[in-house]
């Protein structure tokens, strides 16, 4: 009896320890993606031995399941693309990025670890304050009070795109958040000012960036999601977006001429601009997924085989042929039609997951999941952002951390 005492302290002592490191590891990580051009981080390696030995060694009750759909969609993900690396003839294989899709085990080990809600709240407090400063170091940049080695603002990030898609999973969380949903963990006055702080940062970050997929998917998830909970609040954030954009707009030359540039038709743009080179890109993928329609022609080959259909002119120049711009085109061309059907899968199983976890007493978590998931999809349409490792660390660890808010005894299967 003292021997099964003992043990079970041991592990109540362990589990504590665990939750505590947890907090540091994944606060850190938080900093060093938002802070730093580094993809991977030793904070990263050790918060995944944290929550592998809490869930798997020590068989820690989960709160909560994730749904097996889901799971079998996941698996069947990461398989084809596992079959594209294969099949590739380029034998450099760049293996980090193959590691970039541990996120995806994270984002579901998070979800289901045993965190307390204090716990969980302190990490998601700390994310939104770095991705705040982080948005309004882009402001200052954009203002000139930083120095920046791009003509557009990109805090500390590669590249203004990944800067603004990496925001857009906090800011969009923060409008969500806003709003008394069922379990939300952000309820007091001064938690609410606290999201709108970060909300104004985070979305001046991305407007002055200039990325204009970025702008339209966050607007669009951050629509849809609200529409699912209360149609008259999706019509009044949505006007009142557009009612700011347009001001901003009217003051701004530059920002102007990005916004003109999303209607720009493909005849009126030549493949030197962005809009013309994607899409000579997408005529491209479909003319690689012509010639390797089942498997596709391997994921480490798609700028070989453009710059060959360039030689044959069968497509005009174009300024980069790395990846196709948009993740359909890109998944057909590199992983064939079963690329496309597992890329399509993962996505609609996350929508169906999200839909589900709101049905069980509109919980937040629901609608985050449904919130990321459209972010993803829409500003896949011209970015090929779930081949991105900190795109997929900050989307894992947004549904990981926020997801779980609600009801702990219900079992989604």
Known sequence: MSTIIITQRWKSIINDSIGKFLVISLSASAGILFFTQRRNSVFDALSISALFIWRILLRHGQQRRL?????????????????????????????????SFRYVFVAGLLFT???????????????????????????????????????????????????????????????????????????????????????????GGIFLSGSRGVWLALVVACTVTLFIYNRKKAVSFLLTIIIVCVIIFALSDTLRQRAVSIVTFFNTEDTVGSTGSRIELWKGALLI???????????????????????????????????????????????????????????????????????????????????????????????????????LSIFSMTIGLIGPYGDRDSKVT
């Open 67 to 99: 749904p097996k759909s889901l799971i079998i969609w996941t698996i069947l993900y990461l398989i084809s693309y596992g079959v594209g690396a294969l099949i590739s003839e380029n034998r450099h294989w760049p293996f980090p990025e193959l590691g």
């Open 113 to 203: 670890a045993p965190l307390p809600d204090q716990d969980r709240k302190t990490i998601i407090i700390f994310l939104f304050m770095t991705a705040a400063l982080s948005g309004l170091i882009g402001i200052l940049q954009y203002f000139g009070f930083i120095h920046m080695d791009y003509p557009r603002p990109h805090g500390f990030s590669p590249h203004p795109i990944l800067y603004a898609a990496m925001l857009s999973f906090v800011c969009g969380s923060s409008v969500i958040l806003y709003f008394p949903l069922s379990k939300n963990p952000f309820q007091t006055k001064k938690e609410r000012y606290f999201l709108l702080t970060t909300f104004l940062l985070t979305f």
């Open 289 to 391: 997924f012509k010639e390797s329609p089942i498997l596709g022609s391997g994921i480490w080959d798609f700028e070989a085989n453009i710059n060959k259909l360039i030689k044959e002119k069968k497509l005009n120049n174009v300024d980069t042929a790395v990846h196709a711009h948009n993740i359909f085109f890109q998944a057909l061309a590199t992983r064939g039609i079963m690329g496309l059907l597992f890329t399509s899968g993962l996505l609609a199983s996350l929508m169906i997951w999200g839909k589900k976890e709101i049905k069980c007493e509109g919980r937040v978590g629901g609608y985050i999941i449904i919130l990321c998931t459209v972010l993803t999809i829409m500003g896949g349409l011209t970015e090929d952002n779930m081949e991105l490792t900190k795109y």
